[in-house]
């Protein structure tokens, strides 16, 4: 079967592409278990470091609102779309006609192209708890209505109202994951408002310093790389059943407060990895982060089968075991 990662050479799909190179099994089209034999990682940036050198990967340089370019990249051989490509949370705060282009137009003419084909392929889409904001209540559970306050959660939103939409007229087999804030994520900090929550831990694990902007006491509903890799793979192979008419699931996470975090980071690394860590307030990303939903119970998600990680200390040692190595290209 043939498979479509748009957002390909971002952080989670180039781990998602990965698992699927090595475990190269999901559901195709008719619902049963099928080979992935072909890959296409969508991108508007390069591969960089490089992906895997295998037949069974190509990656695509394009833009997501390039209907021509999405024209020839889904067609009526493809079975599943991870459609991951995004502009982040702190990006589409500072430039709204990117963030609803790219978030917006972007997953609009996904779905289009793939209303367009001769089957309903299952589309895995990332949303996020960017959804919520405003007036909410301390914990969230899985009755509570997205309130979006950014341009980012507003993109997000109506991604999933459409997946939703889609799927209730057949054109598409939809599937909508809220993503946790994915932490400790690899590679060289990011545009997202919420990037400093892996760079305590990452840089001071690779040896180098980083700044946290937040109060210690801000808090973050978390989960790490390669669990939400296995929740992707997870939401495409589950039955439609599972799903029914809402097509939108709160991943489980754990919540973390900045001073978990660098507890974890201390047991880990030592004093001297908490060392590395100072406070340089920012008060744009405090009131983005204070917005944020950081307490969930997540039954739905617990019931269909999705997982969030132990501990703080099993996200720290997800990024030693899978990511530290890598990790230390990015500071040459
Ligand atoms: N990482 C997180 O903490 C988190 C949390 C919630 C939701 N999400 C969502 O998960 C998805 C993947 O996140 P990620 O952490 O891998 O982000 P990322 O920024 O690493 O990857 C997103 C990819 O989309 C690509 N992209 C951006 N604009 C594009 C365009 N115009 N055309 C084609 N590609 C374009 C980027 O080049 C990038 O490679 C995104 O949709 C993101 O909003 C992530």
């Not at 991108?43 to 020839?72: C, K, Q």
């Not at 067609?75 to 500072?94: I, K, M, P, R």
């Not at 939401?235 to 001073?259: C, E, M």
Request: with cysteine; proline share 6%; hydrophobic share 40%.
């Amino acid at each position: 079967m043939k498979v479509v990662v748009t957002g390909g050479t971002g952080m989670i799909g180039r781990k998602l592409i990965s698992s699927l190179l090595a475990t190269p099994e999901l559901t195709d089209r008719d619902g049963n278990k099928s080979e992935v034999t072909s890959i296409t990682a969508f991108d508007v940036m390069p591969p960089d470091p490089p992906l895997p050198d295998d037949d069974r990967l190509s990656v695509v340089t394009g833009e997501i609102s390039d209907t021509g370019a999405i024209a020839s990249l889904i067609g009526d051989d493809t079975d599943a779309v991870f459609h991951l490509a995004a502009v982040v949370s702190a990006q589409a705060e500072e430039d709204f006609d990117l963030g609803m282009r790219v978030n917006l137009d972007g997953t609009r003419i996904i779905l289009e192209r793939c209303r367009a084909l001769d089957h309903a392929p299952r589309v895995v889409y990332a949303s996020s708890v960017a959804a919520f904001g405003g007036e909410m209540p301390d914990v969230i559970n899985d009755t509570v209505t997205p309130n979006p306050q950014t341009t980012y959660g507003v993109t997000k939103v109506i991604g999933e109202y459409l997946i939703d939409d889609y799927s209730r007229k057949g054109f598409i087999d939809g599937r909508a994951l809220r993503l946790p804030t994915i932490v400790v994520r690899p590679g060289r900090p990011n545009k997202a408002a919420s990037t400093w929550a892996s760079s305590i831990m990452r840089e001071p694990l690779a040896g180098h310093s980083a700044v946290c902007p937040v109060t210690e006491e801000s808090k973050m509903w978390m989960l790490s790389p390669r669990r939400v890799v296995e929740a992707f793979r997870h939401a495409q192979v589950l039955d439609s059943d599972a799903w029914g008419p809402h097509r939108v699931v709160n991943l489980p996470g754990i919540t973390g407060s900045v001073t978990e975090s660098l507890q974890a980071l201390s047991r880990a690394g030592g004093n001297s990895a908490r060392a590395l860590v100072s406070f340089e307030h920012d008060p744009f990303i405090q009131d983005i982060v204070d917005g944020w939903a950081n307490t969930f119970v997540t039954p739905r998600g617990d019931a269909m089968g999705f997982t969030a990680d132990a501990d703080l200390d099993e996200i720290v040692s997800v990024f030693l075991e899978d990511d530290l190595e890598g990790q230390h290209a990015y500071y040459e």
